[in-house]
């Protein structure tokens, strides 16, 4: 028996009922529901490190923080950071440029939501403009991306920033200083963007 579930934004998942009663979860694109990143979208470089977002304006580098490569293949040893860390890698990477620039940042939430591909679930992008690890082997960590936006949170002494996990595109917080949360909600995966002028 198929069952199919609407989600919040239009994701969908499929569960499949198996013969012994349980639930199994695949993920992946939908084609009844229009692409809302479609690679047409992009301007690719030359060198194929950045895109440029026609609708946005923004430059996006198409690996996270701590990946390199085409494919962004190359670990260059990425580790999930806090945001503090990330900021000081942001700083150090401006002192000598990616791609020609020095202006390179951190986006904000909204714009770090421009990117999610709304028709997929299981990795919600569009994995031609930022390519990513195999599905099968990548961390949650690598999929949850960092912004530069606050959010106010009622927690005595907590300071949060909003984030994306590219799992199923939602808006998650982060912990940035609580000695009640996790560790985990404390770091995460970075992708750096800039203003794009012609």
Do not use: H
Request: hydrophobic share 35%; with cysteine.
């Amino acid at each position: 028996m198929l069952v199919m579930i609407d989600l919040k934004l239009s994701r969908l998942l499929f569960l499949c009922f198996l013969s012994s009663g349980s639930y199994v979860v695949s993920a992946g694109c939908n084609t009844n529901i229009a692409e809302t990143t479609p690679t047409s979208r992009f301007v690719f470089s030359t060198t194929d490190e950045v895109v440029i977002d026609k609708s946005t304006g923004l430059m996006w580098k198409r690996c996270i923080e701590g990946y390199s490569g085409e494919s962004c293949e190359v670990d260059d040893g990425f580790k999930a950071v806090t945001y503090e860390q990330a900021l000081t890698n942001v700083e150090t990477l401006n002192k000598t440029g990616f791609a020609g620039f020095k202006d390179w940042r951190m986006p904000n939430i909204k714009e770090l939501r421009s990117i999610v591909e709304e028709s997929c679930s299981g990795l919600a992008l569009n994995e031609e403009v930022f390519p990513y690890l195999s599905k099968d082997s990548v961390e949650q960590k690598f999929r949850e991306i960092m912004s530069n936006t606050p959010r106010s949170y009622r927690e005595s002494g907590a300071v949060w920033i909003w984030g994306i996990d590219f799992d199923d595109g939602s808006v998650v917080p982060f912990s940035l200083e609580s000695s009640n949360q996790a560790s985990d909600s404390i770091s995460g995966a970075v992708r750096l963007v800039r203003n794009y002028a012609n």
